[in-house]
């Protein structure tokens, strides 16, 4: 059991450098680890191959379960120094609901160390780089998969007094027609805001009183009125989503986010983890979130580029109209015009927070050509794997998520994927009918040139709002302000309203795809039960676990496109190198001493964002003198705010007086970069 991801992920094991190694196994068919399971896994890893191979401790769940983790490094000449290399950290199932994730995790560990000494690529990074992978994060929620009777669950094992009662997780679900699956329940209810979609018996949808319709049921997860108050299913077992309880954009009074940032022992195990750890550079997520394909973050942007009034009693100060909008950018150039401030750096998230606009809530300027970059490399890796992923449906970051921390608060480049979602099913749309596919391949003239007839049909069947006219989008694609590809990209993410008339049920994809879903176990038809108190309850629905985790014969061939994906974006790691040093003898024991320093990887060494959250670590290059040598100009000790990635080089200079032929020294380090010594020679 414990070496099931062995039997269904690798090939063969081999024996490298030391390593222990197993014969090759026939391959089993594909299962889910339940917790214990998991951290066997990674024990029966470590074992096997000792010398690249470490369970460390992460910490515990809300149920004291462990949160396992493991280190993976080639050790190299000091073993002491694997935990100060520049590392990568890999999360998976914050949620506990997305078990695929957990599965992927496994593969990258398992494919990490079988691959050592036999892919180029993959032992490169482990003697230079330490892995760390923690493949479940939620073990309180993830054991609802493997219960009796299943249910999808996101919360810890905290007991919460969700309905304030006095009583803790007493009214959870309950499994009315005995299939051991919690589904949904209908009941016929005049005050009801549901109706059976016309299209789709099987589908419910809300009634839309502007259509003159009228709401004949009430919609309830499957379960009764435990503790008589009235509710159903108000206060099931557990209580917190440690993936809503990061510190950045945290939602206050909101209980399944927590009462405090970091208040579960799951986000702060990991915050202390991240912390402790400065030399994490990166962080790469299976999760719900695939920041992937949609990089909005938490909201709509607070900082960095609405424009804002600035408020009287320092508009004046500043010579600015109190009633006029400005850009914080305009703001910051005119503090540092008037030279206040007493040698602050005037940023725009700085300002933002000084008038109290809130967190930043969207990635960077300075940072998206980055992940605009990923994202495409991303995109050739689906379709290179001959992997289709609906797009429109990747879901964005949430807010309190570890995505959000990290990439705005701890400060380093984070991607999350979600590995599969539920396909949709293929239209073949008329010739002469625009579609997103056309539309992102058109240039704009080209876009101007169908007309606002054909584009008004396609922002209605898009679902855009009622407001969003064809006049003014080819306005805007005619002043720049939008592409023709960026547009088709927003519409795809535009949630359509369903509808009687014609409008396809915002379920509709999913009910076509459980359709063929090898024993029938997506869907439960809808069919009547005795229930307690509800006269003509029927209970059905799609089946738990369905929307976020694929079917078994599916899972292999995407886990093992984003692993080699994931292995590709850390060899993309920072790394610092010096170029050269020279030496040029001005006269009288004088020299200029010049230190050329580049980043070889492909990522900056600090991000826009870490830069401003105060969370990016500069590069400290330290001069080291000799006997009888002094500085004349420059620094002993320079910093650099950030190297770019693909071969930036930065030059350092200074004056030294020293005997000819002696020679001097340069330290150059950063806690995510690791150290690296250079010498020259005055002559």
Not at 326 to 348: A, M, R
Not at 408 to 427: I, L, N, R
Not at 663 to 668: A, E, P, S
Request: hydrophobic share 40%; proline share 7%; glycine share 10%.
């Amino acid at each position: 059991m414990t070496r099931r991801i062995v039997l269904v992920f690798a090939v063969a094991v081999l024996v490298v450098g030391g390593v222990a190694a197993e014969k090759e196994a026939a391959p089993a068919a594909f299962s889910y680890h339940n917790p214990s399971q998991v951290a066997s896994a990674l024990k029966e890893m470590a074992g096997r191959y000792p010398l690249l191979a470490e369970v460390v401790p992460l910490g515990k769940s809300a149920s004291k379960s462990d949160l396992a983790l493991i280190r993976i490094a080639a050790p190299g000449k000091d073993k002491t120094k694997i935990d100060f290399r520049p590392a990568v950290l890999v999360t998976a199932n914050l949620e506990g609901l997305h078990l695929i994730g957990t599965e992927a995790a496994l593969a990258l560990a398992e494919k990490l160390l079988s691959s050592y000494g036999t892919d180029k690529s993959v032992t490169a990074l482990l003697e230079t780089r330490t892995v760390y992978i923690a493949p479940l994060l939620n073990p309180d929620a993830a054991l609802a998969y493997f219960s009796p009777v299943r249910q999808e669950r996101s919360l810890n094992g905290r007991p919460v007094d969700d309905d304030a009662d006095g009583a803790f997780d007493e009214d959870g679900f309950d499994d009315l027609n005995g299939d051991g699956l919690i589904t949904r329940m209908r009941v016929k209810d005049p005050e009801g805001k549901w109706i059976v979609d016309p299209q789709e018996p099987r589908l419910m949808r809300e009634a839309d009183p502007l259509k003159g319709e009228k709401g004949l049921y009430a919609v309830y997860t499957e379960g009764i009125d435990n503790d008589g108050d009235g509710q159903y299913n108000e206060d099931p077992p557990g209580g917190i989503e440690p993936n809503r309880n990061f510190p950045h954009d945290f939602e206050y009074n909101t209980k399944p986010a927590g009462l405090w940032p970091v208040s579960e022992d799951e986000s702060r195990s990991l915050a202390r983890f991240l912390y402790d750890h400065p030399a994490i550079g990166l962080v790469l997520n299976f999760s719900t979130e695939n920041t992937l394909l949609n990089m909005q973050q938490t909201g709509q942007a607070k900082a960095g580029s609405d424009k804002v009034k600035v408020p009287k009693m320092y508009a004046g100060f500043m010579g600015l109209d109190p009633d006029q909008e400005y850009t914080l950018k305009e703001i910051v150039d005119v503090l540092k015009s008037l030279g206040v401030g007493g040698g602050v750096d005037f940023t725009e998230d700085l300002v933002a927070q000084f008038l109290g606009l809130g967190p930043a809530v969207a990635i960077d300027r300075q940072d998206q050509p980055l992940f605009d970059a990923v994202q495409k490399d991303y995109k050739d890796a689906l379709k290179a794997a001959k992997l289709e992923y609906p797009e429109k449906r990747a879901k964005g970051v949430g807010r309190g998520s570890l995505t959000a921390f990290i990439y705005f608060q701890y400060g380093v480049p984070v991607f999350s994927t979600d590995v599969w979602a539920v396909p949709e099913p293929k239209k073949e749309a008329p010739q002469d009918v625009l579609t997103s596919d056309k539309l992102k391949a058109m240039s704009p003239d080209e876009f101007i040139g169908l007309g606002e007839e054909k584009i008004d049909a396609f922002l209605k069947e898009a679902g855009a709002p009622p407001n969003f006219k064809a006049a003014m989008v080819i306005n805007m694609v005619k002043s720049g302000q939008v592409t023709p590809a960026k547009m088709a990209e927003m519409m795809d993410k535009m949630p359509k309203k369903p509808g009687a008339d014609g409008e396809a049920n915002p379920e509709d994809y999913l009910i076509k795809y459980a359709d063929g879903v090898p024993g029938g176990k997506a869907f439960v038809p809808w069919a009547p039960v005795k229930h307690p108190t509800l006269a003509g309850t029927e209970v059905g629905g799609f089946a738990p676990y369905f929307r976020v985790n694929p079917p078994p014969a599916e899972a292999k061939a995407w886990v093992e496109a984003h692993i080699d994906f994931y292995i590709k974006l850390m060899a993309k790691m920072p790394e610092l190198k010096v170029g050269e040093t020279k030496v040029k003898a001005i006269g009288s024991g004088l020299y200029e001493v010049s230190l050329f320093l580049t980043n070889t990887g492909w990522f900056p060494t600090s991000t826009a964002q870490g830069r401003r959250s105060r969370q990016a670590w500069p590069i400290r290059v330290a001069l080291n003198l000799g006997e009888r040598q002094t500085l004349v100009t420059g620094r002993r000790v320079e910093t650099l705010p950030v190297i770019n990635g693909s071969g930036e080089v930065k030059k350092l200079t200074w004056t030294v007086r020293g005997p000819n032929g002696s020679r001097l020294g340069f330290t150059c380090s950063s806690p995510r970069l690791g150290s690296l010594d250079a010498s020259a020679t005055l002559n």
